[in-house]
């Protein structure tokens, strides 16, 4: 009884301090306090709660079961973060983002390949290609390379699409400007489209970042060597080792986050000019 | 109608390159079969072989045709063969899941507009969620929920669910606030209370970006939905179909089941950009 109380005093306090905080004059540090109040009464409501009511360690373990778990086993996650996202995810992402922006500097080239290629583009953006797996396993075998396989396709008409988009942003002022200066095509490119392009361009690498590691997980249950976050996860199930399962799901969150965040600080540094960077 | 041209050449290009890659990709198996049998292919003997294999490595286009004719017209929509019958089960967890989902998304965006701390703590959280795997860890909740006594449709619409909230949140928040200050000020000058300036302003002008959210979040939906079938030995659906044909390297039924999904997919983003023209038309903004 004493932990359901806990998980309603903690809920209470940690909701009067954000109504506090956002009563306060906006600031920095009021923006960053408020989502980490916020996550911090969650973990403390879900501990609570999952001792107050003694709820089975299969169903939900308790947030203090999970970070034991996750000390403990800091090798294993260790091995499964460099096969699946180091070797799986970030290679294919690379490779992905690369092509398609290879790609769209072609589209953009030839308004031909533009009228057709960008339909059918946004159509296949919308499938879900992650029905691709079992195929890339089947092509590439169980190592990571099926994995970065299905990650470049997953992450490459997004990435298209954006970049296409993005090398349009030039308004017709502009590039006459860049005519009465005799500039070519490619000083063109150069000085006035990719950087006008940019915040299109960081769109679909942001996009790219959650899905090229769901890609890799995901890949990993079509079959993998016996490591890896996908393999961990699918045989820990099994094994109703959901600790393990979770602390797996932790690593997940902070390189999914990690992973954005690092395009979202670059993205501050490349287009600190545009509109939406201001505060 | 000046596009049909190049997306024909293109569609066509692909599927000429389908040709050669099956051809490319299956040869091996064809000659080795040969060498067993002490025979050399000639080359139209050995395209003939590598478009017709049973279990090849990549279908050629018209057997993944004849498969899905087979599955789809020949046979009967009840029967567990039927490919209709699969879609239709991948489609009822997809439609479920979305539906909550655009639910869930609307009320979360009206709150975090309407209310400051909700805007300050939840935000930032929301954006984290979907930083999570949701997909990787999708066979877990099945299996987690299977144990609790929870499972067929449910299940899988709520991680259908878990995707599409998020494109609805955002495109709601930024929709909800898009009246500029203007609009705003003229509303207070007719003395509208909060309430009105929502359904007669705000939520009006969100439309445009309503919809563009829904279009984003069915194709997730689908995602989430096929995801969903794979664990716990699903035997309906077309995630179910998807694993089954891995285990037993039947690619044509592979590729037939994904060819099904992105038509579901087309289908839906299809109606949904039908019902925006419709509906925008009839609010007057398109």
Known sequence: ?279 | MRNIFPILTVVGLLIVVWYGAAVALNAQWARDVAARADKTLTFSELVADTWSQDKPKLPAPHQVGAELWETTVMKKVTSKRSLVYHTWVTFSATFLGFVMGTALGTLLAVGIVFNRTMDMSMMPWVIASQTIPILAIAPMIIVVLNAVGLSGLLPKAIISMYLSFFPVVVGMVKGLRSPDQMQLDQMRTWHASGWQTFWKLRLPSSMPYFFTSLKVGVAASLVGAIVGEMPTGAVAGLGARLLAGSYYGQTVQIWSALLMAAALAAVMVGLIGLIQRVTLKRMGMA
């Open chain 1, 1 to 279: 009884m004493s932990w359901v109380l806990f998980a309603i005093v903690a809920w209470l306090v940690g909701l009067s301090i954000n109504v506090w905080l956002a009563r306060q004059k906006p600031s920095r540090w009021a923006a960053l306090a408020s989502p980490i109040v916020f996550g911090l009464t969650l973990i403390a409501v879900w501990e609570g709660v999952v001792r107050g009511f003694d709820i089975n360690q299969v169903l939900l373990p308790a947030p203090s079961v999970i970070a034991a778990r996750f000390a403990t086993s800091l090798d294993i996650l260790w091995v499964d973060f460099v096969q699946t996202v180091i070797k799986g995810a970030l290679s294919g992402y690379i490779i992905g983002c690369g092509a398609a922006f290879l790609t769209a500097l072609a589209i953009d080239r030839f308004p031909f390949l533009q009228r057709g290629l960008l339909p059918v583009g946004n159509f296949v953006a919308a499938l879900p290609i992650i029905g691709m797996a079992p195929i890339m396993v089947m092509w590439f075998g169980f190592g990571w390379q099926s994995k970065a396989a299905i990650v470049v396709v997953m992450v490459f008409f997004p990435m298209l699409v954006n970049t296409v988009q993005g090398l349009q942003a030039s308004d017709s002022m502009q590039r006459d400007l860049m005519r009465t200066y005799a500039a070519g095509y490619w000083r063109t490119l150069l000085k006035l489209r990719l950087p006008a392009a940019m915040p299109f361009v960081f769109n679909g690498l942001k996009i790219g970042t959650t899905l090229a590691l769901i890609g890799a997980i995901v890949a990993e249950f079509f079959g993998s060597p016996v490591l890896g976050m996908g393999f961990r996860i699918s045989t820990s199930v099994g094994q109703l080792a959901l600790d393990l399962v979770w602390a797996e799901i932790v690593v997940a969150a902070i390189a999914g986050s990690a992973f954005y965040g690092i395009m979202a600080l670059v993205e501050g540094r490349v287009t600190f000019w545009h509109p939406s960077q201001r505060s």
